[in-house]
């Protein structure tokens, strides 16, 4: 199985600054198709994740445009560019190139 | 609007049976793969289960397989799981979600399976 690794586990940011979660996988996500199968879904308190980011870079509607996906290979990342009350949360990467699908173990997100 | 809505959770002994349903509405059911996911109390998101809407296949972890069976209607536009054999460890909210081609991209609100005596 690809085992996806995220760090921080933690992640304390003020209000207003930016935020970078990094997910590195353990074989490369490049699909024979080309395309690199990699996802970030935001789940925040209470409810249902939510499909933030998809191939890579990706986003999704609605989406605000201070979320951005970034990486190739093996490694990736999500970045918030200012940090708002509302990103709060776990963020979750996600492989979709190799069965089984994998996720990483998650970033909790905190305003500090 | 695309919506799906688990149902089926409850309070189950270990080595017992449960079923899970997802409703799905506002998209053409036939035409995605599905997929079931849980989350045990605090911890992160596994995938359990994926049924093909093309050609039927049916696909399923390691942890679960031989004990639960996804299935589908799709003249009812509903999604199921089949738990046998339950154990403590399976105790998780359960998702549904829509599985476009290399992705996951709508889930539902889940539904909460604890299995305890």
């Known amino acids: 199985d690809v085992v996806m690794t995220q760090s921080p586990l933690s992640l304390p940011v003020t209000l207003g600054q930016p935020a970078s979660i990094s997910c590195k996988s353990s074989?490369?996500?490049?699909?024979?198709?080309?395309?690199?199968?990699l996802n970030w879904f935001q789940q925040r308190p209470g409810q249902s994740p939510r499909r933030l980011i998809y191939?890579?870079?990706n986003r999704d509607s609605g989406v605000p445009d201070r979320f951005s996906g970034s990486g190739s290979g093996t490694d990736f990342a999500l970045n918030i560019s200012r940090v708002e009350a509302e990103d709060v949360g776990v963020y979750y990467c996600?492989?979709?190139?190799?069965?089984?699908?994998?996720f990483g173990g998650g970033t909790k997100v905190e305003i500090k | 609007e695309v919506q799906l809505v688990e149902s089926g959770g409850h309070l189950v002994q270990p080595g017992g049976s449960l079923r899970l349903s997802c409703a799905a509405s506002g998209f053409t059911f036939s035409n995605y793969d599905m997929s079931w996911f849980r989350q045990a109390p605090g911890k992160g998101l596994e995938w359990v289960s994926d049924?093909?809407?093309?050609?039927?296949?049916?696909y399923y972890a390691d942890s679960v397989k031989g004990r639960f069976t996804i299935s589908r209607d799709n003249s009812k536009n509903m999604l199921y799981l089949q738990m046998i054999s339950l154990r403590v460890e399976d105790t998780a909210t359960y998702y549904c979600?829509?599985?476009?081609?290399?992705?996951?991209?709508?889930w539902g609100q889940g539904t909460l399976v604890t299995v305890s005596s």
């Open positions: 074989q490369s996500l490049v699909h024979s198709d080309g395309n690199t199968y």
């Open positions: 191939q890579v870079s």
């Open positions: 996600m492989q979709s190139t190799r069965w089984p699908l994998t």
């Open positions: 049924f093909s809407g093309v050609d039927g296949n049916t």
């Open positions: 979600a829509r599985r476009p081609p290399g992705t996951v991209d709508y």
